[in-house]
Antibody, heavy 121, light 111 residues
């Protein structure tokens, strides 16, 4: 059974940093791309970024709203994807979901339950 | 980049059929696959349609997807509506670099 479990969320002050983790199980992690999607309270879904599998170069893409501040990485030996968030803003407050993805098709076929990040002073 | 526009809300009675549209602002809707997700309150989204018109295993055939190049839009149709279908529905596509785009979401009320 595919499982994705996010961790690392919490309350953080504006301008500070936070790192989220996504621990995967039930599939060969290294064979898949991984994405992060967020949802602000009461709002819609927003794609944050993704990381390709090593077979596709392990490269990353980001939404314009987070480019230069957020970094996605992966540790295939541990089946973990990370989202490093720097220079956080109040508008980054959201539930952050980790999703399994495909290198050739941006389809989020499995989702974690999400972790809440609150940016506030 | 392009935008995907959905109606804010739709409502229909149990047993009826409802269609939710998703219009792409620029570029062809056929250029990149469209996915549809269902999100119930307090839960993570789940896929109901992928690659324009494919249903994952476990999704009933009451759910169907299509694209229409003439209107540059995708559609999600749910037939035989059930109260359990009440949820938010999001369309999603991507650009040539696999950067994702979501529609704003449609709240479906089954009353």
């Amino acid at each position: 059974e595919v499982q994705l479990v996010e961790s690392g969320g919490g309350l953080v002050q504006p301008g500070r940093s936070l790192r989220l983790s996504c621990t995967a199980s039930g599939f060969t992690f290294g064979d898949y791309a991984m994405s992060w999607v967020r949802q602000a309270p009461g709002k819609g879904l927003e794609w944050v970024g993704f990381i390709r599998s090593k077979a596709y170069g392990g490269t990353t893409e980001y939404a314009a709203s987070v480019k230069g501040r957020f970094t996605i990485s992966r540790d295939d030996s541990k089946s973990i994807a990370y989202l490093q968030m720097n220079s956080l803003k109040t508008e980054d407050t959201a539930v952050y979901y980790c999703t399994r993805d495909f290198d050739w098709l941006l389809w989020f076929d499995y989702w974690g339950q999400g972790t809440l990040v609150t940016v506030s002073s | 980049n392009f935008m995907l526009t959905q109606p804010h809300s739709v409502s229909e009675s149990p047993g009826k059929t409802v269609t939710i549209s998703c219009t792409r602002s620029s570029g062809s809707i056929a250029s990149n696959y469209v996915q549809w997700y269902q999100q119930r309150p307090g839960s993570a989204p789940t896929t109901v349609i992928y690659e324009d018109n494919q249903r994952p295993s476990g999704v009933p055939d009451r759910f169907s997807g299509s694209i229409d190049s003439s209107s540059n839009s995708a559609s999600l149709t749910i037939s035989g509506l059930k109260t359990e279908d009440e949820a938010d529905y999001y369309c999603q596509s991507y650009d040539s670099s696999n950067r994702g785009v979501f529609g704003g979401g449609t709240k479906l009320t089954v009353l």
